[in-house]
């Protein structure tokens, strides 16, 4: 992976910054679909997995989204 660069740009593909925002994104999104399932089963419908898988997939998109480019303002 420290040798694999992008053969257009010749810049590395994995940086530091790569890495932070895989971090936080699995940090934020829904991991666990026995999570759903539990609360699936505690409301009785799918309403509320289908609102949180939706919701923390969305929210740990845009934060990743915006730590990617907040901070490649300040490294370039």
């Not at 509320?48 to 490294?75: C, D, E, G, K, N």
Request: proline share 4%; with cysteine.
């Amino acid at each position: 992976m420290e040798s694999d660069v992008d053969p257009v740009t010749g810049r590395p593909t994995f940086t530091a910054l790569t890495a932070l925002c895989l971090m936080i994104y699995y940090m934020i999104a829904l991991q666990c679909f026995s999570t759903m399932a539990v609360t699936r089963r505690e409301t009785n419908g799918w309403k509320w997995p289908i609102i949180q898988l939706s919701y923390l997939s969305i929210l740990a998109y845009v934060l990743t989204l915006a730590v990617h480019r907040i901070s490649s303002i300040f490294i370039t």
